[in-house]
């Protein structure tokens, strides 16, 4: 997670869960560089902090563990972090496996993708994981097929197929991040019941805001001029 400002013509990868959870939270994030630690984001940056170790690279027998990996898509414009690459030795050659520097073999790439809860029916977290492989494929010229979620509450991982749809769906989701960040306009606020699994409702106030398209410093800047009355 994090609030890292987008810069030229890209556009953080993380904030791909954001936008699909909610194209306001988003905004709030990553143009009006808004956050607010609850809870749940402390405990999911704890998660993160274990892996995030960009000089953790391990090779046991068939397996190397890469964590903290620099992602790029120069087609997509998005930049970003994997929590972890996998990389396991396979037989043969094949357009699903990678020739790695000074090992011998062909490797097929996993991205791994660490998360605090359990999984959900919505896809947010898969869009993120998807959008890994993009830009590893992009960048090892290798095809992944799939990607794995670890959920810290279940201590268990979860396989996600990369489809069509699934990889369809990040163009379309970046190619309005970009849009909505070139335009530096916040969308109006839409109360929902998943509202209240939000870590910036404070800031966001959708109840307050629905009716306009108020930003959150707007709101911060009414509620001091409230008090000051």
């Not at 492989?133 to 959920?151: P, Q």
């Amino acid at each position: 997670m994090g609030n890292a400002l987008e810069t030229d013509d890209y556009v953080m990868l993380s904030g791909i869960q954001h936008f699909a959870f909610c194209p306001r939270q988003w905004a709030l994030i990553h143009i009006e560089q808004q956050w607010k630690e609850n809870v749940v984001t402390t405990e999911g940056n704890e998660v993160h902090r274990r892996v995030d170790d960009p000089f953790f690279d391990e090779t046991r027998l068939d397996k190397r563990s890469v964590r903290a990996m620099p992602l790029v898509s120069e087609s997509l414009g998005i930049r970003g972090i994997a929590d972890m690459v996998e990389f396991r030795r396979q037989g043969e050659p094949s357009a699903e496996t990678v020739i790695l520097p000074e090992r011998e073999g062909h490797w097929t790439v996993t991205p791994v993708e660490y998360k605090r809860g359990k999984p959900k029916k919505a896809d947010h977290d898969a869009l993120q994981l998807c959008a890994q492989a993009m830009c590893l494929e992009e960048m090892m010229g290798v095809s992944i097929l799939v990607g794995e979620l670890y959920y810290h509450e279940i201590r268990r991982r979860e396989q996600i197929i990369l489809t069509s749809p699934l990889r369809q769906r990040v163009a379309a989701i970046v190619s309005e991040m970009k849009h909505i960040y070139a335009a530096a306009s916040t969308p109006k606020a839409v109360y929902k019941a998943h509202c209240r699994q939000c870590s910036i409702v404070s800031l966001c106030q959708p109840k307050w805001s629905r009716k306009g398209a108020r930003s959150a410093a707007m709101y911060i800047e009414h509620s001091i001029g409230e008090l000051e009355l």
